[in-house]
């Protein structure tokens, strides 16, 4: 079996992970803004989705690059936020 190994939480290593600075950013959203809207199929909803892409900062899923195939992101453009 894996065994885990705890990590400090101002561990530097962190700060390389794509998926805690996502999460982290989303907090501060909803800190700011309220809670994240979702459509009537439960998927967020489109400004948050923009936001998410402009400011995560995820490898291979620049803002420049998603709308360079889309006009608009939906939730299943945005790899990323499947995993949070």
Known sequence: MIEFRS?????PSLSYSPLLRGILKTF???????????????????????WAAREFDWPGHTEADLFAVNKVLNEQDFMPLVDI
């Open 7 to 11: 990590l400090a939480d101002d561990e």
């Open 28 to 50: 501060t959203y909803v800190e700011e803004n309220g809670s994240i809207g979702l459509t009537p199929s439960k998927a967020f909803k489109r400004n948050f989705v923009h």
